[in-house]
Structure formats: structure tokens, C-alpha cells
């Protein structure tokens, strides 16, 4: 089956650090773009990171730039975000996605901030 | 101003059609803009519907009924998802997204309801 699983979310005092994977299945993961995309509790979608195919570009968003980093490993099929200097309003839903349009995505992580 | 404006909420009778908006910042182009709309229900991840940019470039996505399009409305330099036939089902929030300025941008969602 062609399909992202995420883990990695927790419960996680503000100021802490979290990682989050995302093992993809079922399709040539190194010839894709990948990205990260959360929903806050009651929310609506919000794109963070993309990384190229092979890792060599990435581009993240405002909120999140100098916080979090998207990386990954084609010999795991695994894609990753690293999460430092927590906040409560990074509470979410974290899923990741194929970028080409954002034609796949994992069922979720779920991260909480709190103290 | 927001990049992509989506209306909260919309309601519609089963058999009706019912048109979402996605409406573009005014120094975006909806003309030279893909579009990609989602559909996600409670407790689920998005699902990719389609992605529209004219009729010669435009794609559906996997098992998605004939009864989702895409359109423009260039006057209102607006993205449109009509879903004709509205069933039940049909129920849920549906996203916008473009690719603008090397980042992926999400509209806020558009609430369907279906009665």
C-alpha cells in the first residue's frame, strides 16, 4: 500500500524539544518532495517545511523558521522534523505529505505544549 | 490580507450544487495560479480532490467523482470548487492551497454542510 505513517508526538513542556518521523511505503519515496503540514485544535491547515528529493533544498515557514528543521534519509524512506524552543501555540495535528500537490498524506501526530 | 480567502461556511441541499470560493490576494494572478482543493473530515487527514489551472491543465484526483471541478472566475480572481449532485457525504471542510513565493499557502477552509 502507498502510505506515510508519522510518530514522534507528545506531551511536551514549553521550551522542550520533540522529533518527529514519517516512514513512507508503497511509492519511490527519494523521487519526491516531502513536506510537513499541521492543524492546530480546531483549525485550519498550515504548511511548515518542504525538502527536495534528495535533501539538498528546503524551504520552511515564518513561523516556524529557526525552530523547526525538516530533514530526511531515502535509505530509511523517512522523512523527519526536528522541533526546538516549543511553544503552546504548537499544539497540533502534524501530518506529513507528499508535496506534489499534496496528493498523500499520513493520518497524524499529534503534539501537545504544555506545561 | 490574507494570500488565500475562503469563506467559513456554506450550506446547500442534497441535489443542489454548491460553489467554494477561493479567493486570491489582489497582486496574485488566479490566471497563472494552480489551485488544489481538499476535502477533510472530522478526525481524518485531507484528502487531495483536484488541481485546476485552466481546462488544458487540470488533473483529478484518484477515485474522485466527476462531480468535483475546478473553475476560475477571473473577475473575482478567484479559484472555484463546485461539487455538483451534493450528497451527505459531501459533508466537511474544504482547503484551498497554492504555491507562492516558494511556500505552500492553505486558504483558512470553507465549512460545508449539507441539509
Known amino acids: 500500500d502507498v502510505q506515510l505513517v508519522e510518530s514522534g508526538g507528545a506531551l511536551v513542556q514549553p521550551g522542550g524539544s520533540l522529533r518527529l518521523s514519517c516512514e513512507a511505503s508503497?511509492?519511490?519515496?527519494?523521487?519526491?518532495?516531502m513536506s510537513w503540514v499541521r492543524q492546530g485544535p480546531g483549525k485550519g491547515l498550515e504548511w511548515l517545511a518542504d525538502?527536495?528529493?534528495?535533501?539538498?533544498?528546503?524551504n520552511s515557514g515564518d513561523s516556524v523558521k529557526g525552530r523547526f528543521t525538516i530533514s530526511r534519509d531515502n535509505a530509511k524512506k523517512s522523512l523527519y522534523l526536528q522541533m526546538n524552543s516549543l511553544r503552546v501555540e504548537d499544539t497540533a495535528v502534524y501530518y506529513c505529505?507528499?508535496?506534489?500537490?499534496?496528493?498523500?498524506w499520513g493520518q497524524g501526530t499529534v503534539v501537545t505544549v504544555s506545561a | 490580507q490574507a494570500v488565500l480567502t475562503q469563506p467559513s461556511s456554506l450550506s446547500a441541499s442534497p441535489g443542489a450544487s454548491a460553489s467554494l470560493t477561493c479567493t486570491l490576494r489582489?497582486?496574485?494572478?488566479?490566471?497563472?495560479?494552480?489551485i488544489y482543493w481538499y476535502q477533510q473530515k472530522p478526525g481524518s487527514p485531507p484528502q487531495y480532490l483536484l488541481r485546476?489551472?485552466?481546462?488544458?491543465?487540470?488533473?483529478?484526483g484518484s477515485g474522485v467523482p466527476s462531480r468535483f471541478s475546478g473553475s476560475k472566475d477571473a473577475s473575482a480572481n478567484a479559484g472555484i470548487l463546485v461539487i455538483s449532485g451534493l450528497q451527505s457525504e459531501d459533508e466537511g471542510d474544504y482547503y484551498c492551497?497554492?504555491?507562492?513565493?516558494?511556500?505552500?499557502?492553505f486558504g483558512g477552509g470553507t465549512k460545508l454542510t449539507v441539509l
Open positions: 505529505a507528499r508535496s506534489s500537490g499534496f496528493n498523500l
Open positions: 508503497g511509492f519511490t519515496f527519494s523521487g519526491y518532495w
Open positions: 525538502i527536495s528529493e534528495d535533501g539538498s533544498e528546503r
Open positions: 489582489s497582486d496574485i494572478n488566479v490566471g497563472t495560479s494552480r
Open positions: 485546476y489551472k485552466s481546462d488544458s491543465d487540470k488533473q483529478q
Open positions: 492551497m497554492i504555491w507562492h513565493n516558494s511556500a505552500s499557502v
